[in-house]
């Protein structure tokens, strides 16, 4: 499983994967306690993986947010989300020096924290799983260069 599966449901706690589609919505099964629910084409639904972050230059992909974080921990646990909002924008500061403060709220990095400790126990924000891995075709190319 990737961060390609993986959902954040608008007024529903914690992160879901993406099991099947159906011709109504999906079906989701809760990383928190493991219940499958329906969700409706209308819902507020975010893929993990097309999530970013600001800074002043570009958008960070969450991916990249995470793996930071990762090395940062050493692949455990990051702090709380319910620290208070000083120690988090310290903490995000050490993992993302350039975010842009103006447009990353404290509220989105309660979420990126609170996000990556519920992914690290089931192993998929370790530094190996972000690593984008090349596609075959361009591994392919350079070998017969």
């Given amino acids: ?3 390609q599966k993986i959902l954040a449901i608008s007024g529903k706690p914690g992160l879901y994967e993406l099991k099947v589609q159906t011709r109504t919505g999906f079906v989701a099964e809760s990383l928190l306690d493991g219940k499958k629910i329906t969700v409706g084409l209308r819902a507020n639904v975010s ?3 097309e999530i970013a972050v600001y800074t002043y230059n570009e958008e960070v992909r969450l991916a990249e947010v995470l793996k930071a974080i990762a090395e940062k921990e050493n692949e455990g646990p990051a702090i709380s989300h319910k620290e208070d909002d000083a120690k988090l924008k310290a903490y995000f500061r050490e993992v993302l020096p350039e975010f842009d403060e103006d447009r990353v709220y404290t509220s989105d990095i309660k979420k990126v924290l609170n996000w990556y400790n519920l992914l690290q126990p089931k192993g998929l924000v370790t530094i190996e799983a972000l690593t984008e891995k090349e596609p075959e075709t361009e ?6 260069e």
């Fill in 1 to 3: 499983m990737s961060l």
């Fill in 47 to 49: 893929l993990l993986s």
């Fill in 139 to 144: 591994k392919q190319e350079e070998a017969s």
